[in-house]
Nanobody
Framework: QVRLVESGGGLVQAGGSLKLSCAASGIILSINPMGWYRQGPGKQRELVAIITSGGVINYSDSVKGRFTISRDNAKNTVYLQMNSLKPEDTAVYYC???????????????WGQGTQVTVSS
């Protein structure tokens, strides 16, 4: 069974920093894109940042210059360094990964359980 386990959320004041981690465990052949999404109160889930296995990165405009996504392929882990946090960054942050499994090299999309990030003003 494959799982994505997130950690690193919490409460921080505006202007502060947090670092999220997401580790994939289980029988995994390879992982294609890994990314972070978030869902704020009363809002739809939105993409924050995504990184391919080759290191190509895309950010949402709202976090460019403040957040940095990275991954450690050897550890099947993706990180999100969040700096200069704003109250509008308050949301549940979800890890997402496209994971290749099985003898037929089938691709599956997995989500983490979510971690709360709260930024106070």
């Amino acid at each position: 069974q494959v799982r994505l386990v997130e950690s690193g959320g919490g409460l921080v004041q505006a202007g502060g920093s947090l670092k999220l981690s997401c580790a994939a465990s289980g029988i995994i052949l390879s992982i294609n894109p890994m990314g972070w999404y978030r869902q704020g109160p009363g809002k739809q889930r939105e993409l924050v940042a995504i990184i391919t296995s080759g290191g190509v990165i895309n950010y949402s405009d709202s976090v460019k210059g403040r957040f940095t996504i990275s991954r450690d392929n050897a550890k099947n882990t993706v990180y999100l360094q969040m700096n200069s946090l704003k109250p509008e960054d308050t949301a549940v942050y979800y890890c997402n990964a496209e994971i290749i499994r099985g003898s037929h090299f089938t691709s599956y999309v997995y989500w983490g359980q979510g971690t709360q990030v709260t930024v106070s003003s």
